[in-house]
């Protein structure tokens, strides 16, 4: 997801909580910028958050 994209997704979704369903590559002027975007609501991650969140949604899906 572009940069400002995500800004203004972020900006639209405001503070309501968000379970962060899917996560996109944050890219500027066609640049990786190392962090995930939530498609959502906007919130960057860290690749070591996105990490443990699909280690933890694994874990879970394992579990059902």
């Known amino acids: 997801m572009e940069y400002y994209v995500a800004q203004k997704v972020k900006e639209t979704?405001?503070?309501k909580p968000c379970?962060?369903?899917k996560l996109e590559k944050e890219y500027?002027?066609?640049a990786f910028l190392v962090n995930w975007i939530c498609t959502q609501c906007g919130r960057?991650?860290?690749?070591?958050?996105?990490?443990g969140m699909d280690?933890?949604?694994k874990h879970v899906h394992d579990m059902a």
């Not at 960057?44 to 990490?51: G, P, S, W």
């Open 19 to 21: 379970d962060h369903p």
């Open 44 to 51: 960057e991650f860290t690749i070591a958050e996105k990490l």
């Open 55 to 57: 280690q933890e949604r």
């Open 28 to 30: 500027y002027a066609g």
């Open 13 to 15: 979704w405001g503070k």
